[in-house]
């Protein structure tokens, strides 16, 4: 315990006889932990996001996308290529699926930007087709009006339900929505007569949804859908009701040309595409924390050298080769560790202050990895300095001058 | 004690090999006051390096408190070093970023056995007894060359050694300086029975110790 103090305190010592060089020796560590923080901090916050977004639909909706997307497996290149040549849903498969006897609901989806102008505003933003049973998807809180009603959607009223963050921009107050009308590309004006809560997603909370039947009018005139959600209420059925609606597209079109996913399939592909994208930056952050490590090395190398004599002092009254190597080991972890630590410190301050516009996220395993991968470097590049301190002969290093 | 048998140590400086001491047999008692007299380059400091196991002989063998060192290894020679050697230079070897006292209580950090004193009263105690108890607190470089060697001397004493090394103690300090240092060590002999041996080149200081060793182109010689 008497020795570990002493060593540590011998540690400070230095650092605060050589303020500046030691400052300057750390900052490579400290830039480096700070990248691969921030990074980190990045990876896991945009990662967590997705997987919000993922959780505000529930796990209990099937997802048809055309092409093999996601979990289809093979690379990202069929992926994309069997997206390219791929069909485009239309209502005749909308209807097919409604036929579904396990389905809750079924809801086409088709989305849309568009130049959106009310009497006060002008703004650019999502118009999106839906049906009736839109809201069950995303439990949608009503906050005025009402949601599109079913004949709606059968008699292509020209009827909207805003989102919050959208009403707010086209109007003074969001609440003044319900009961306006605005123009949509100057050729189709739609009634507001609902205003429901933002959910997060930035695409829904700056959209008007619109019955699908209106947008064939004039916006959507191929009369496709990008995708169908199918909502199923008891999760033990997921599976069946998947298997089902794959028989029904299969009367229609091949096995590569669409794709019915789990939300938990898209989450498992979400999750392994995170994790090489974190790797990726890691390896990154790393190089300027090898660099950082590099410069540890080289001034303890030089103090090694500016302090030969006591080294030989110390060795003359009794220090084993062992006490000198743990002695500028301390140094260079302590070295390293205290870079770390300032590096996290700063990440930490600035993940604060970016948090609330961007999702960023610093959790306990970033921390300890930080701090484990500064000691680490400590450890390792002091070693090879500590080493040629421990191994100079006492008479020689005691006669240097 | 020290039991040295035709001890030798050479070294190659550029293509010419230098024989720093060649053959040397000696034996050293226990509480003896010895000098080992010789000029610059005799090879006495090698010497003193061997006995001090800061330095290995080429052949021959040395035996210190009834151990062969030849078989020890870096570490008990070093533990050797810490709990029965202290060391006294010309040239003091204080750390100089350390205090004084500091200076004083680093072998005890380095101790390998707990030791059954408090060290930190024992090390004032020296400095007391030796004359600089006011002067702890400062840095070497803080005060005049004998105070250092007073300090050095209680850093040698600290670990209650059987052997105390001086190697030319006095050959930074003016007569009257080094006339007290030697006083202090001629002391510690009587008082403790410390075995103590000085290396130096001055006849005057030799002369003050009990048995004169004289070595000349790294052999003993008889007479000087």
Redesign the interface.
């Known amino acids: 315990m008497?020795?570990a103090i002493?060593v540590i305190k011998n540690a400070i010592?230095e650092f605060e006889?050589n303020r500046v060089r030691t400052f300057l020796t750390s900052l490579g560590i400290m830039i480096g932990v700070f990248s691969v923080v921030m990074l980190l901090a990045l990876g896991i916050g945009l990662k967590n996001y997705l997987e919000q977004q993922f959780e505000d639909i529930g796990s209990n909706v099937l997802f048809v996308f055309p092409g093999q997307g996601f979990g289809g497996g093979g690379s990202f290149g069929q992926a994309f290529s069997s997206f390219a040549n791929s069909i485009q849903f239309d209502e005749r498969d909308y209807k097919n699926l409604k036929q579904l006897s396990t389905a809750d609901y079924v809801v086409p989806g088709y989305i849309t930007t568009k130049q959106i102008e009310s009497k006060y505003e002008k703004t650019a933003g999502s118009i999106q087709g839906v049906n009736d049973e839109y809201d069950e998807l995303f439990n949608f809180e009503i906050l005025a009006g009402e949601f599109l009603s079913r004949s709606d959607i059968s008699s292509r009223s020209k009827v909207g339900v805003i989102a919050e963050t959208l009403a707010d921009e086209l109007f003074d107050e969001p609440d003044d929505a319900v009961g306006q009308t605005v123009e949509v590309d100057s050729n189709l004006r739609i009634k507001i007569i609902g205003l429901v809560k933002d959910i997060g997603d930035p695409e829904q909370d700056n959209s008007i949804m619109i019955p699908y039947t209106t947008t064939f009018l004039t916006i959507n005139p191929d009369k496709t859908f990008l995708s169908i959600y199918i909502g199923v209420s008891d999760s033990s059925l997921v599976t069946q009701t998947k298997k089902d609606a794959e028989d029904i597209l299969l009367r229609r079109y091949d096995d590569d040309q669409f794709s019915v996913i789990e939300p938990s399939e898209i989450l498992d592909t979400v999750t392994q595409i995170f994790s090489i994208v974190n790797g990726v930056l890691i390896a990154i952050g790393s190089v300027s924390l090898i660099v950082g490590g590099i410069g540890i090395m080289n001034i303890m190398y030089a103090s090694v050298t500016d302090r030969t004599?006591?080294i030989?002092?110390?060795?003359?009254?009794?220090?084993?080769?062992?006490?000198i190597m743990i002695q500028f080991m301390a140094e260079s972890t302590i070295l390293s560790l205290l870079g770390g630590l300032v590096g996290l410190l700063l990440a930490g301050i600035i993940v604060l202050i970016v948090r609330p516009f961007f999702p960023l996220e610093i959790n306990l395993s970033t921390v300890l990895v930080s701090l484990g991968i500064s000691s680490v470097i400590g450890i390792f590049f002091g070693s090879f300095p500590a080493r040629s301190a421990a191994n100079l002969?006492?008479?020689e290093a005691?006669r240097y001058e | 004690m020290i039991e040295l048998k035709k001890v030798s140590k050479h070294y190659t400086l550029g293509e010419e090999e230098v024989k720093a001491v060649s053959d040397i047999s000696l034996t050293i008692k226990e509480g003896e006051y010895a000098s080992i007299l010789g000029t610059s380059g005799s090879g006495k400091s090698t010497l003193m390096?061997i006995i001090?196991l800061?330095?290995q002989a080429t052949s021959g063998s040395v035996k210190l408190f009834n151990q062969n060192i030849e078989k020890l290894k870096?570490?008990e020679i070093?533990?050797i070093?810490?709990?029965n050697i202290g060391?006294i230079?010309q040239s003091y070897?204080?750390?100089p970023?350390l205090t004084v006292m500091e200076n004083v209580l680093?072998?005890t950090?380095?101790?390998k056995h707990k030791l059954d004193y408090d060290v930190q009263k024992r090390a004032q105690e020296l400095l007391e007894r030796i004359g600089i108890g006011h002067r702890a607190d400062f840095h070497p470089n803080k005060i005049s060359g004998g105070q250092q060697q007073r300090a050095a001397i209680a850093?040698a004493l600290i670990?209650k050694p059987k052997l105390i090394l001086a190697d030319e103690p006095t050959g930074n300090l003016d007569t009257k300086t080094g006339d007290e240092i030697l006083d202090l060590l001629e002391e510690l002999n009587d008082d403790l029975g410390v075995t103590i041996i000085i290396v130096t080149h001055e006849k005057e200081v030799a002369d003050r110790t009990k048995r004169q060793i004289y070595i000349r182109d790294g052999e003993l010689v008889k007479k000087y």
């Not at chain 1, 030989?312 to 006490?323: E, L, M, P, V």
């Open positions: 008497k020795y002493s010592g006889r004599r006591e030989g002092i110390r060795r003359s009254i009794g220090a084993t080769k062992s006490d002969t006492p008479i005691i | 390096h001090g800061l330095d870096d570490n070093s533990t070093r810490n709990e060391f230079f070897n204080l750390i970023k680093l072998p950090i380095y101790a850093r670990m």
